[in-house]
């Protein structure tokens, strides 16, 4: 028997109810939880006709019946049926496209929400989707670049000013944009007045990589030197990585520490998607690439069922997956 598909998974429910309490003294209230299996934190705040108000804390744990939690194999070979078609990725993936166009501004950049302020650190995570989405022939916005070349410069220059050029100044954002920047340089190599500050944060990147203290973070770092020529130091971080992991015949290849955190460069599957792409683009290692498949398969279906994991999460995964689908196709 099919049944209709969950649509309702908000991350927050709120009800705004006019209540009366019965002769017992009590309230009664129902309304429509999200149907996400999980546990909730619940707060009311309630006041009568003389505004005398209390406030209720609580937790809650919404559950079915019955709940089939589906098995599916860890890879489909080219060739075999996704359930997540390609004609429905295209689809919605157009309307994203446009979606994103839309919210676009004039100089490039994007804000948090429409017709906010432009930000650059969205504007960079958004510039780096489409900088990934280009390997399925999407056409990268390019027209974003100008504004985070600027917004890399600036930071060098302030560096300078305040006399700490030979000091540490590596951080997780710098590492997300020499990721994102590299997936560009052929559609628009770095302008001149800008080399310098890129090159200063290349050369942050091979002295202190190891001072980042997120797995992802050194990844982007390793993608990134190796497109930009130090092949050396990419796959000297690769290996680095590497012998921190441990590997399971059923869980595949994985790390010990914990990547659970409200800090996107912890992002679980984001992080374990990160190893894929390093694994493969850096060292081509297809054992590896198949053992952290196996795990980030693992961590995706296990996120349906928690509540802080973002949606970006695992779509980021299910992009690796695809990219790398010579050979096999993650989801």
Same mark, same amino acid.
């Given at each position: 028997?099919?049944?209709?598909?969950?649509?309702?998974?908000?991350?927050?429910?709120?009800?705004?109810?006019?209540?009366?309490?019965?002769?017992?003294?009590?309230?009664?209230?129902?309304?429509?939880?999200?149907?996400?299996?999980?546990?909730?934190?619940?707060?009311?705040?309630?006041?009568?006709?003389?505004?005398?108000?209390?406030?209720?804390?609580?937790?809650?744990?919404?559950?079915?019946?019955?709940?089939?939690?589906?098995?599916?194999?860890?890879?489909?070979?080219?060739?075999?049926?996704?359930?997540?078609?390609?004609?429905?990725?295209?689809?919605?993936?157009?309307?994203?496209?446009?979606?994103?166009?839309?919210?676009?501004?004039?100089?490039?950049?994007?804000?948090?929400?429409?017709?906010?302020?432009?930000?650059?650190?969205?504007?960079?995570?958004?510039?780096?989707?489409?900088?990934?989405?280009?390997?399925?022939?999407?056409?990268?916005?390019?027209?974003?670049?100008?504004?985070?070349?600027?917004?890399?410069?600036?930071?060098?220059?302030?560096?300078?000013?305040?006399?700490?050029?030979?000091?540490?100044?590596?951080?997780?954002?710098?590492?997300?944009?020499?990721? #994102?920047? =590299?997936?560009?340089?052929?559609?628009?190599?770095?302008?001149? +007045?800008? $080399?310098?500050?890129? %090159?200063?944060? !290349? *050369?942050?990147?091979?002295?202190?990589?190891?001072?980042?203290?997120?797995?992802?973070?050194?990844?982007?770092?390793?993608?990134?030197?190796?497109?930009? #020529?130090? =092949?050396?130091?990419?796959?000297?971080?690769?290996?680095?990585? +590497?012998? $921190?992991?441990?590997? %399971?015949?059923? !869980? *595949?290849?994985?790390?010990?520490?914990?990547?659970?955190?409200?800090?996107?460069?912890?992002?679980?599957?984001?992080?374990?998607?990160?190893?894929?792409?390093?694994?493969?683009?850096?060292?081509?290692?297809?054992?590896?690439?198949?053992?952290?498949?196996?795990?980030?398969?693992?961590?995706?279906?296990?996120?349906?069922?928690?509540?802080?994991?973002?949606?970006?999460?695992?779509?980021?995964?299910?992009?690796?997956?695809?990219?790398?689908?010579?050979?096999?196709?993650?989801?």
């Amino acid at each position: 028997m099919v049944g209709n598909l969950w649509g309702y998974l908000d991350e927050t429910a709120f009800s705004f109810p006019h209540l009366v309490s019965g002769e017992d003294g009590e309230v009664r209230l129902e309304f429509t939880m999200p149907e996400a299996l999980t546990q909730w934190k619940f707060l009311g705040f309630a006041h009568d006709r003389e505004l005398r108000a209390g406030l209720l804390t609580d937790s809650m744990v919404t559950a079915k019946d019955l709940m089939v939690q589906p098995n599916p194999p860890r890879f489909l070979r080219e060739g075999d049926v996704l359930e997540f078609d390609d004609n429905r990725l295209s689809d919605e993936l157009g309307r994203a496209m446009n979606q994103w166009a839309e919210m676009q501004r004039a100089d490039g950049t994007w804000p948090w929400f429409p017709g906010g302020r432009p930000n650059d650190y969205i504007t960079l995570r958004i510039t780096t989707g489409f900088g990934r989405l280009c390997h399925l022939g999407v056409d990268p916005a390019v027209k974003a670049l100008a504004r985070l070349e600027n917004w890399i410069d600036e930071i060098y220059r302030r560096i300078l000013e305040r006399g700490h050029k030979d000091r540490n100044n590596l951080s997780p954002t710098i590492a997300l944009y020499l990721n #994102g920047r =590299r997936l560009f340089l052929e559609d628009k190599p770095i302008d001149a +007045k800008h $080399r310098e500050a890129v %090159d200063y944060f !290349l *050369g942050q990147a091979r002295e202190h990589w190891l001072g980042l203290a997120s797995r992802k973070s050194q990844a982007h770092l390793a993608v990134a030197l190796d497109r930009f #020529g130090d =092949r050396e130091t990419a796959k000297g971080i690769m290996r680095s990585i +590497k012998e $921190r992991s441990v590997t %399971d015949e059923e !869980l *595949g290849r994985f790390w010990r520490e914990l990547e659970l955190s409200w800090w996107w460069f912890r992002a679980p599957i984001e992080t374990q998607a990160m190893m894929i792409e390093a694994f493969d683009e850096v060292m081509n290692d297809a054992e590896a690439v198949e053992e952290c498949s196996s795990t980030a398969t693992r961590k995706a279906w296990q996120s349906k069922s928690s509540s802080w994991q973002s949606g970006r999460r695992g779509k980021g995964n299910l992009h690796i997956g695809r990219r790398h689908g010579n050979r096999w196709t993650h989801v």
